[in-house]
Each structure stands twice: as structure tokens, then as C-alpha cells.
């Protein structure tokens, strides 16, 4: 009994080591969810941070949204599912990795350049080399011969090798060290260097030895094997994280696991992911973080964003019914300011848009004067305040201002109309008519939602929210 007893206490404290804060369309939302989302939006560096009573409504929302996107069955798209699937892999992939595989692949790296070394090992050579260009006539090649001819007997007759390679050698990189290249292993010369340099000794010069880049004289400086794994091990890693090979040992090991199991990568992923999620918050709450964002981004797009941007009906109906809202406190101009070659073109540009709306003028002013090679206006097109085009300052606004002239177009000129105390329809302010739009539909939206959805908190839980 007694035993029993404490079993039924142990897993009576386990079960409220992580209460249910909150209750959304029916589901239990623990309150390590709730502090995950909160902590990380609120983290240092984030500007309009709220505290926990404020972020229980935005809280909520969010959920409800994606109650929403669940109910509209968006979870079932195939492009979710994809998009979904492939942030889940990069999360839980490199779970499979453990120390022991990056370890066994560290020695396989080493193990490998030590078979592609071969038992000549590494060579560290010295040049002096006379360039000549494998295409070049004979008389350049026999210039570059006496020349090397020259050096080989200075060299013969006790000449520094370093001193003079830093001379007169034309390969720039090693002259500046005296000739010297770093240690390599075969194949990383052309043919006629490495065979000239490998039969070569410690402290031999070569004679002279020709190759496609000219004529080289060659001095051994070094010759060793590899030193011990240990001494490469940590620039091995280095190399392995450089590389980001984690993925690569990732796939090698989750292939190894498929042959030997007979399942699928998928089913892997899947039981990583719910072992990973089991052991550890975090990772369960940005896995979760992702499905629900994506959630939310996709129905927000189809039933905000996407559709205020698109509803140009809704648009001029909210912006005739906000209309003092978009006033100006001075004039702007709706216009174009524009630059051209001859005096011709000033009046031809007027008639060009006279009887288009403002939205076509770019358009037409495109395919009518720059449709082919010969550029013969320059236009910039907007609505101007003062202050942000010199020549609609100067001319329109009538502002004592300097204007720069653009080099071969030196007519300058405007066209269009001053409007004194606001815009004309929505298209003029489009952009803040849009994001006002957005937000009058998510409101709507949101409080439709909580009609719709039921939903509660536990207020003596959100009390202790970062606090046990």
C-alpha cells in the first residue's frame, strides 16, 4: 500500500509539472508552450515586447488562426506538407549524428589522404621559374633558355637560391618567399615538375626542367609522410564543420539504418522527431513552431494579405469611407518630371498620356519613346512632395533650388497636376490604403474566430508563467 501510495503522489506531481494554461476549439495547451512562444518573442533585442497579460490575446489568436487553417484542411496540400517536411528533416537530421560518427569519419578523411599521399610522401620544393607561353613562338622560348641558362650557372657558382628566386623569378606568389611552395603529394604538380622534383633529395637542385609554363630550376627542400592522425584531429573537425559533412554523415547513416531495419527514410524522421520532441522541449516547440507558422501563413495570405492586396473593389470602398485619413498637410505633385534630347519631345510626351489614366503612363511613355536601342526620354513618375525631385521643386513648387542636368538629355520639363489637400482615389496612397485594408480584415477576421471557436485560460496557471 505503502508503495502504491507514493506511486499514485509521484505521478500525481508529474502530471502538474506542466499544466494546462489555456484551452483552444477544445485542446489542452500546456503552459511550457505558452512560455516557449512568449520567452522567444520577447527575447532581448526585440522592440515592442509585451508582458504576459498583453501576450495572451495575440497568444490566443495565433492559435485560433491555426485552428482555422486545420479546419480549412491546409495541413493536407501537398506544397505544406513538402515545405513542412523538408524544415522538419533539417532540424532532426543531424540528431543521427553522434560524436563516435563524426570521430569514424574524421579517420576516414585522414586514412584517405594518406592513401592518395602514397609511400613518396610530401615533397616541399623551391623554384625559380622563366616564364614562357606554351603558344609562344620559338624566339620568346630561347630568350627564356639563355636566360635560365644564366641563372642555373649563377646558382652553380654559389648564388643564394632564396636571394636570387626572390629576384628574378617570375612566378610572383613564391618568389616573394624566396621560391618556396608548400608541401604536396603527387599529382598536384604538372607532369614535368613533380617528376623532376620527386627524384629529387633533401638539399638537391635540379637541372633544368621544362614545362608548359616555362623553365623551372627546383630545389628540395623537405620530404616527410604525414604525421599521426592525432596531430591533423582537430583540423580535421575544423573541416568537417566547414564542409557542414554533418549532413553528408547524416544520409550515410540513415541509409545504413534503412538497409538494416527496412524502413523508410520518412518513418525514420518521423520516430527522431517524436524521440527528440519527447526528450526535449525546445525542439518540440520549434518543430511545432514551423507546421503552425506555416499554417498561418498560408490562410493569413489567402484571407488578409493576398486578398487586400487583390480586392481593388474593397480597397476604393475603404479608402472613400477613410478618405480624411489620407489627407495631406501641403500639396503634392501627381506627375512626372521628365528629361529629353529635343524640344519636340516635350510636347509628344504630354499628348503621349493625355488621355491615359496614371497607372498607364509608364507603359505607354515605354513602348511610344524607349521601345527600342535609342533611349529618348528619362521619366521619373510618382507623387512628389516637396523635397523630393529638384525639378518639380523648381518649376511646380516654384523653390529656389539647384537642378541637376542629365548628360544628353538637356530638356527638362513636368507634367501632371498639383493636389492640395489629398489624393485623388486609393491608387494614389495605394500602399497605406492596402496595410490599413490588411488590418481592418484581420480584425474582422480575428473576431469572427472567437465567435466561432471556444476558448479559456487559467488564470492562477498564467500567474506562475516563468515563475516555478
Known amino acids: 500500500m505503502f508503495f502504491a501510495a507514493c506511486l499514485m503522489s509521484a505521478t500525481a506531481m508529474a502530471q502538474t509539472d506542466d499544466p494546462v494554461i489555456m484551452t483552444v476549439n477544445g485542446k489542452p495547451v500546456p503552459r511550457s508552450e505558452f512560455e516557449y512562444s512568449f520567452n522567444k518573442n520577447n527575447s532581448e533585442?526585440?522592440?515592442?515586447?509585451?508582458?504576459?497579460e498583453e501576450y495572451v490575446d495575440l497568444f490566443i489568436n495565433y492559435k485560433l488562426k491555426v485552428e482555422a487553417a486545420l479546419d480549412a484542411k491546409y495541413d493536407t496540400l501537398q506544397?505544406?506538407?513538402?515545405e513542412f517536411t523538408q524544415y522538419r528533416d533539417q532540424q532532426v537530421r543531424p540528431a543521427f549524428v553522434t560524436d563516435e560518427d563524426v570521430e569514424a569519419e574524421a579517420r576516414k578523411i585522414y586514412d584517405q589522404t594518406v592513401e592518395r599521399i602514397g609511400p613518396d610522401g610530401l615533397i616541399q620544393t623551391a623554384h625559380i621559374l622563366i616564364r614562357a607561353n606554351q603558344q609562344a613562338p620559338q624566339e620568346e622560348w630561347d630568350a627564356a633558355k639563355v636566360r635560365i641558362d644564366s641563372i642555373y650557372k649563377a646558382l652553380k657558382d654559389g648564388a643564394d637560391f632564396s636571394e636570387l628566386a626572390k629576384k628574378v623569378s617570375q612566378d610572383p606568389g613564391s618568389a616573394r618567399q624566396g621560391g618556396l611552395l608548400p608541401f604536396v603529394q603527387h599529382g598536384q604538380f604538372v607532369k614535368e615538375y613533380e617528376d623532376a622534383a620527386f627524384a629529387l633529395q633533401p638539399g638537391e637542385m635540379s637541372g633544368i626542367v621544362q614545362s608548359?609554363?616555362?623553365?623551372?630550376?627546383?630545389?628540395?627542400?623537405?620530404?616527410?609522410?604525414?604525421?599521426?592522425f592525432e596531430e591533423h584531429h582537430d583540423a580535421i573537425l575544423r573541416f568537417i564543420e566547414q564542409r557542414n559533412m554533418r549532413d553528408q554523415i547524416a544520409t550515410q547513416k540513415i541509409e545504413k539504418i534503412v538497409k538494416e531495419t527496412g524502413k523508410t527514410e520518412a518513418q525514420l524522421l518521423d520516430e527522431k522527431t517524436a524521440e527528440l520532441s519527447a526528450?526535449?522541449?525546445?525542439?518540440?516547440?520549434?518543430?511545432?513552431?514551423?507546421?503552425?507558422?506555416?499554417?498561418?501563413?498560408?490562410?493569413?495570405?489567402?484571407?488578409?494579405?493576398?486578398?487586400?492586396?487583390?480586392?481593388?473593389?474593397?480597397?476604393?470602398?475603404?479608402?472613400?469611407?477613410?478618405?480624411?485619413?489620407?489627407?495631406?498637410?501641403e500639396p503634392r505633385f501627381k506627375g512626372m518630371a521628365y528629361h529629353v534630347k529635343v524640344q519636340e519631345d516635350v510636347q509628344a510626351v504630354k499628348d503621349c498620356v493625355k488621355k491615359?489614366?496614371?497607372?498607364?503612363?509608364?507603359?505607354?511613355?515605354?513602348?511610344?519613346?524607349?521601345?527600342?536601342?535609342?533611349?529618348?526620354?528619362?521619366?521619373?513618375?510618382?507623387?512628389?512632395?516637396?523635397?523630393?525631385?529638384?525639378?518639380?521643386?523648381?518649376?511646380?513648387?516654384?523653390?529656389?533650388?539647384?537642378?541637376?542636368?542629365?548628360?544628353?538629355?538637356?530638356?527638362?520639363?513636368?507634367?501632371?497636376?498639383?493636389?492640395?489637400?489629398?489624393?485623388?482615389?486609393?491608387?494614389?496612397?495605394?500602399g497605406?490604403?492596402?496595410?490599413?485594408?490588411?488590418e481592418q480584415l484581420e480584425k474582422e477576421w480575428v473576431a469572427d474566430l472567437r465567435?466561432?471557436?471556444?476558448?479559456?485560460?487559467?488564470?492562477?496557471?498564467?500567474?506562475t508563467v516563468n515563475k516555478h
Open 45 to 52: 533585442g526585440v522592440i515592442d515586447k509585451k508582458n504576459v
Open 79 to 82: 506544397s505544406f506538407k513538402d
Open 212 to 228: 608548359p609554363f616555362g623553365y623551372h630550376i627546383i630545389l628540395m627542400k623537405e620530404r616527410k609522410m604525414l604525421e599521426p
Open 279 to 329: 526528450k526535449d522541449d525546445e525542439m518540440k516547440y520549434l518543430v511545432q513552431e514551423y507546421h503552425d507558422g506555416l499554417l498561418l501563413y498560408e490562410i493569413s495570405n489567402q484571407l488578409v494579405w493576398d486578398k487586400a492586396a487583390k480586392d481593388e473593389a474593397g480597397l476604393e470602398q475603404y479608402f472613400k469611407k477613410h478618405k480624411k485619413n489620407y489627407m495631406w498637410d
Open 356 to 430: 491615359l489614366a496614371f497607372d498607364k503612363w509608364a507603359e505607354a511613355l515605354r513602348s511610344t519613346f524607349n521601345a527600342d536601342s535609342v533611349i529618348r526620354i528619362r521619366v521619373e513618375k510618382g507623387i512628389f512632395k516637396k523635397g523630393d525631385n529638384a525639378l518639380v521643386d523648381s518649376i511646380v513648387f516654384k523653390k529656389d533650388t539647384t537642378v541637376n542636368h542629365l548628360k544628353d538629355y538637356p530638356i527638362d520639363a513636368v507634367h501632371g497636376k498639383i493636389l492640395k489637400k489629398g489624393p485623388e482615389d486609393y491608387t494614389d496612397v495605394r
Open 432 to 438: 497605406l490604403v492596402v496595410a490599413d485594408y490588411q
Open 451 to 463: 465567435r466561432k471557436y471556444t476558448w479559456t485560460v487559467n488564470k492562477d496557471i498564467l500567474q
